[in-house]
């Protein structure tokens, strides 16, 4: 089990490198990883021209099921909503507070002979409550 959970971890570390990467050379800045506050947690916060992205990372070996963006549901979404809102709150965040925010998801998913990527921006639009 343990061998698992560390697989699982190597592997999210590996897709937020290529995440990551992949931002960068289209011109984001990336701002911070895995930013937590409490038990919630941002994958990537980056910035371009249009404003600040929230960007979660679904990475998966060979997808038999779903693709790894229908894994982000709006349980995961709404958390994803509140890290940013206190991301923006905080000392790093303050200065990115009248940006534009989106929400955005970056799917990877590793077969046997190629790696998948897609990149959906402004993935989900929040529902402030």
């Given at each position: 089990m343990e061998d698992c959970i560390r697989?699982?971890?190597?592997l999210g570390r590996l897709g937020e490198d290529i995440a990551c990467d992949w931002l960068s050379a289209h011109g984001h800045t990336v701002l911070r990883r895995n930013y937590r506050s409490g038990h919630l947690e941002i994958d990537i916060v980056s910035i371009?021209?249009?404003g600040i992205h929230f960007?979660?990372?679904?990475t998966r070996r060979f997808s038999v099921q779903a693709p790894p963006?229908?894994?982000v549901n709006r349980a995961k979404q709404q958390n994803i909503v509140k890290?940013?809102?206190r991301f923006l709150r905080s000392k790093e965040g303050l200065?990115?507070?009248e940006m534009e925010c989106m929400f955005d998801v970056f799917a990877i998913t590793f077969n046997k002979d190629s790696?998948?990527?897609e990149w959906i921006p402004q993935a989900y639009i929040p529902i402030y409550k």
């Open positions: 697989h699982k971890r190597e371009d021209k249009d960007v979660e990372v679904k963006q229908e894994s890290a940013a809102a200065p990115y507070g790696t998948t990527t």
